[in-house]
């Protein structure tokens, strides 16, 4: 099962002098199981192009099927088949802390799962889960109020009010916007941990490329509107001329070691990540 985008375009304010083209022609398949990030200046369309895959844009042409299913049914079968379809596309927006508003970090979890109707029995069960499969500790988390938490607490409780209603697919619009380096980390680890444990397929935009080669095995890049590749991580890091066309840098850790490589020594020039580097570095100087 998959997300699929065939042909999708999408225009801003059509039929008036401030008509864009947000999305050219997009097709793309999100396997499921996947983790996917999508890269590209502001203004390339990621935010918009994540906005397709659970509904709340609709395509001007072309189609969005989650699992087969068209987000665009027209007749009442499909559009009810559409609406399930969507519930299973979890989307947390970024600063998705400034939508918390309950009392308690257990309310507002709960809000989701209350309106899909469930008893309160499994809103429980399901607040507990999703609070333990962010890292926070249901016991001491859910009478505090969420305003009383730092910046990257609040972001896990958006998290978990979405995984709360158990999404098949968690799209995520720069997650880790606007926190300090240590909510960052933090933050970024447990979305890790959350895709191995969970096998939840993940969609997230970023502009950091060190998050997209530490997390992604799917790497999409847009501009302009146009998805201009997509594949693995390490195979777009290494395509200097996309790289220059689209704006994007390679991680520094790849940079460090081309600069070594081109220093003479016998170092992998194509490592993307801080721990091959090290690995490499090991090989080289015969340290174990």
Do not use: C
Not at 17 to 43: C, D, M, Q, W
Not at 159 to 186: F, N
């Amino acid at each position: 099962m998959s997300i699929e985008l065939k042909d999708v375009t999408y225009i801003y304010m059509p039929k008036t002098p401030y008509e864009r083209v947000a999305l050219n022609k997009v097709n793309l398949t999100i396997e499921k199981g996947s983790f996917t990030a999508i890269a590209g200046h502001t203004g390339s369309g990621k935010s918009t192009l994540v906005q397709h895959l659970n509904g709340l844009l609709t395509p001007a042409a072309g189609e969005v099927l989650v699992d087969g299913v068209n987000l665009s049914g027209k007749d009442k079968a499909a559009k009810i088949k559409a609406w399930h379809a969507r519930q299973q596309v979890g989307m947390v927006f970024q600063y998705a802390e400034t939508q918390l508003f309950e009392e308690t970090v257990e309310k507002d979890i709960a809000f989701g799962p209350q309106n899909q109707g469930l008893d309160e029995a499994e809103v429980q069960e399901r607040v507990r889960e999703a609070m333990e499969l962010v890292g926070l500790s249901y016991k001491d988390y859910k009478d505090v109020s969420p305003f009383a938490l730092s910046g990257g607490q609040m972001r896990r409780v958006a998290i978990a009010g979405v995984l709360a209603m158990r999404p098949k697919y968690l799209i995520l619009d720069e997650p880790a916007a606007g926190l300090d380096p240590r909510g960052r980390d933090e933050l970024m680890g447990e979305i890790q941990r959350l895709h191995k444990k969970w096998k939840l397929t993940i969609v997230f935009v970023s502009h950091s490329m060190e998050d997209i080669a530490r997390l992604a095995d799917t790497m999409v890049v847009m501009e302009k509107g146009n998805l201009r590749a997509a594949g693995k991580p390490a195979d777009i890091f290494a395509d200097a001329q996309l790289l220059q066309e689209t704006g994007l840098e390679q991680p520094q850790i790849m940079q460090i070691m081309q600069r070594l490589a081109q220093a003479g020594l016998p170092v992998d020039s194509n490592v993307i990540t801080p721990e091959a580097g090290l690995q490499s570095l090991r090989r080289v100087f015969h340290v174990k």
